[in-house]
């Protein structure tokens, strides 16, 4: 029989790469995905088989993150082995905000499922989508022993959720674990966060698009790693005889102005000819630095990530060019900068 899965988030950057990594190792895959005006799987659109058709392993259902009745319904209807809660109010500036709705929906979201689970009595395994944003002002290298000082309403809402996983598993005996990811992005992550910012924009200011991109706190130190390779870390935290809670990192930190100098420097291009500074990008609270201690993982999961901030740049540009030049008809190539431009 093959496992089932039902991923909460599935129309997120990792809910796409971790649909596709389960469907690759046979898994039925249910998805969790929100009622909106227009549609918004574009990036599970690729793995979409009619449902009709006897091969369909794909599954999207709606639901809602504060629809209590709809999560454990969906959840005793299908009786998943594995559930991996990945939706949420990810964006840490939008969370200064929106602090009630962001503590709602990425807070009291986990507590809905792993009360659904709980009350329906479902022998099944939980991951929490934990975050390195927890640590907040604890300095690097951060692990599993770090103390948490979270410094958004999206790091405190997190680490509720954090708390709520590890003591469903103390009081209840249920498998639940906490992934404490470290920043990962790839050419799906959402428009918004830095890096595909950055990307994005040198993408188009390569195009004679646009001529400027602005920005907030450059001086900001992440460690970015490669999201297929954090969703392989995801799956593996499952298969383990006992339930545990783990740090995915890199281990290696660069600042946005590196990775400002990285994507630039794929076109050929100057970062600080272009990039502008607006403060509406702070936030009230920053989190300075961010580098991760994975060596848990390691010994643990045998996870061992080869993608580094640099490769990841290149790959984020070369990928973004690609989108461009897809979405035009016609393109000179500039043998001048090795790059290509849009006719005007
Ligand atoms: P995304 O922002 O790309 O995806 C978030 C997903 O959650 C989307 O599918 C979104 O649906 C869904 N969602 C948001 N609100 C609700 C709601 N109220 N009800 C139902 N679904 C909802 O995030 P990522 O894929 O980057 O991250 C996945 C998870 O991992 C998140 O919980 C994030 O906080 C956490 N995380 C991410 C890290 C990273 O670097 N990427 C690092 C550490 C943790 P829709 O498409 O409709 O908007
Ligand atoms: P982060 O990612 O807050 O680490 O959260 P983000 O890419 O938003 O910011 C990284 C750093 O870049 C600085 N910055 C800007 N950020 C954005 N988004 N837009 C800007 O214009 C800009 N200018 C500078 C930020 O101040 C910050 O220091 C991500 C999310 O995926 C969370 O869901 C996840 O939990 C954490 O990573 C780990």
Known sequence: MAKRALITGITGQDGSYLAELLLGKGYEVHGIIRRASTFNTRRIDHLYVD????????????GELNDSARLANLIERLQPDEIYHLAAQSHVRVSFDEPEYTSETTGLGTIRLLEAIR?????CRFYQASSSEMFGSSPP???????LHPRSPYGTAKMFAYWSTRNYREAYGIYAVNGILFNHESPR?????????????????????????????????RDWGYAPEYVEGMWRMLQQDEPDDYVLATGCGYS??????????????????????????LRPTEVDVMIGDAS???????????????????????????VLKSESPVWIDRPDRAVWSQPR
């Open 51 to 62: 449902p009709h058709d006897p091969q369909a392993r794909l599954f999207t259902h709606y």
């Open 189 to 221: 992550r959402g428009e918004t966060f830095v890096t595909r910012k950055i990307t994005r924009a040198v993408a188009r200011i390569a195009a004679g698009l646009d001529e400027q991109l602005w920005l907030g706190s450059v001086d900001s130190i």
């Open 296 to 322: 848990k993982a390691a010994a643990a999961l045998g996870w061992d990530p080869k993608v580094r901030a640099p490769e990841l740049a290149r790959l984020m540009v070369d990928a973004d060019i690609e």
């Open 256 to 281: 946005v102005r590196d990775f400002l100098a990285m994507a630039f420097d794929r076109v050929g291009l100057d970062w600080e000819r272009y990039v502008r500074f607006d403060d509406r990008y």
């Open 141 to 147: 290298p951060q692990n599993e022993l770090t103390p």
């Open 119 to 123: 009350q329906i009595g479902l022998d």
